[in-house]
């Protein structure tokens, strides 16, 4: 294949770029653009699991071209197709066969859409993660070049040139959505443990740090409607990295609902105390501000729980900071209870915090609804 400088081949002025998601796909657009190369952005990603993931990565996908002004392509989501085709291929680690035949599904799906198109070149933004093997992506790539014919892949190393440190650059300046695994299933579930996505959430909390401020007042708007018929709510007062909800706690209290803010005992549970104002508030235990105001303890009457998290996954499962003080107390005074309807449990996080599954324990409490 004729290349000219950084790889290019010398006669492609468009590409269709296979992309899985925005910020892989951020750097690399703007390096295609500045050399001369109309990218189309190509969203097939079956792999990604649970639909909800898939759905946010597409909008961000979606919103990057839109903001660029350049042509974005969907495909058909069959997650359930895809994984009749890695059959038998589940327990395969990263970079192992399971990996390589879901580059050439993808791939080869890409190479039929650029020749339905008539564009020469295919590219794939997967050859820009340090996690998967080039060598892998390019043998997927040249299978569906030759299966396809007329097409030609463009096997390029985008990890060089700069181009990764220019990504995290642009994740920062778009607030992207950035999610700590490559989508699939399998991989998050091998992988995966609540040290490990602690410390996840962790580093994607300091990616988006200058978005943590307006992402609390998306999900303050939210909860806002959502809380507008309740009576009795429990909250909680927010750490500097939890979503700030303290706009919300002021209009609750103006809207005259009952609000209850947790407070820690030397026993380490929790117990409720009235919340009427900001001056109800002392420092209490790891620095939290805890409420001093009356004890509460008509359970019964509580109808919303709003509980923060450092991630949580579509069925509701929930990843404290590990030392067990909201599921002890939800287990305590509400599971256990038959003569009332339960309180309403919504888990309050960041987009970014919402993940393809959160491993649980026997004592662990799931929310029954995720705001974020």
């Known amino acids: 294949m004729p290349k000219s400088v950084f790889g290019k081949p010398a006669d492609c002025n468009r590409v269709l770029l296979h992309a899985c998601c925005a910020p892989c796909s951020s750097a690399i657009v703007e390096w295609l653009i500045a050399n001369g190369v109309r990218p189309t952005i190509y969203y097939y990603n079956p792999n990604i699991w649970p639909r909800e993931e898939y759905e946010i990565r597409k909008e961000e996908s979606k919103r990057h071209a839109a903001s660029l002004g350049i042509e974005w392509i969907d495909d058909d989501y069959n997650h359930e197709a895809w994984r009749t085709s890695v059959c038998g291929l589940e327990g395969e680690p990263e970079r192992g066969r399971r990996c390589e035949q879901c580059f050439t599904i993808r791939l080869m799906a890409t190479a039929r859409k650029a020749a339905e198109l008539d564009i020469k070149y295919f590219a794939t933004t997967l050859a820009?993660?340090?996690?998967?093997?080039?060598?892998?992506?390019?043998?997927?790539?040249?299978?569906?070049?030759?299966?396809v014919g007329g097409v030609t892949f463009w096997a390029q190393n985008w990890r060089k040139g700069g181009l990764q440190e220019r990504r995290n650059q642009l994740l920062k300046e778009y607030g992207f959505y950035n999610q700590q695994y490559c989508g699939c299933e399998f991989s998050a579930r091998q992988a995966l443990t609540k040290p490990v996505l602690r410390q996840q959430m962790r580093e994607a909390k300091r990616q988006h740090l200058e978005q943590l401020s307006g992402m609390s007042e998306n999900v303050v708007e939210l909860l806002k409607k959502r809380l507008a018929d309740s009576r009795v709510i429990m909250a909680y007062w927010p750490l500097t990295d939890e979503v700030d909800i303290r706009l919300l706690i002021h209009w609750l209290v103006e809207q005259g609902k009952t609000l209850v803010l947790p407070k820690v005992t030397g026993d380490e549970t929790m117990e409720l105390r009235r919340y009427t104002s900001q001056e109800d508030l002392v420092e209490g235990a790891f620095h939290i501000l805890e409420p001093v105001g009356e004890l509460y303890t008509d359970y019964d009457n509580i109808d919303v729980v709003?509980?923060?998290?450092?991630a949580f996954d579509a069925a509701g499962h929930r990843l404290g900071r590990g030392r067990g003080y909201y599921d002890r107390f939800l287990t305590a005074h509400f599971l256990p209870l038959t003569s009332h309807v339960s309180p309403l449990l919504i888990g309050v996080c960041f987009p970014f915090q919402r993940v393809a599954e959160v491993p649980i324990e026997d004592n662990d409490v799931s929310m029954n609804e995720v705001c974020s």
């Open 306 to 310: 709003l509980v923060p998290g450092m």
């Open 128 to 147: 820009s993660s340090r996690w998967k093997s080039l060598e892998q992506i390019e043998r997927a790539g040249h299978t569906a070049e030759q299966a």
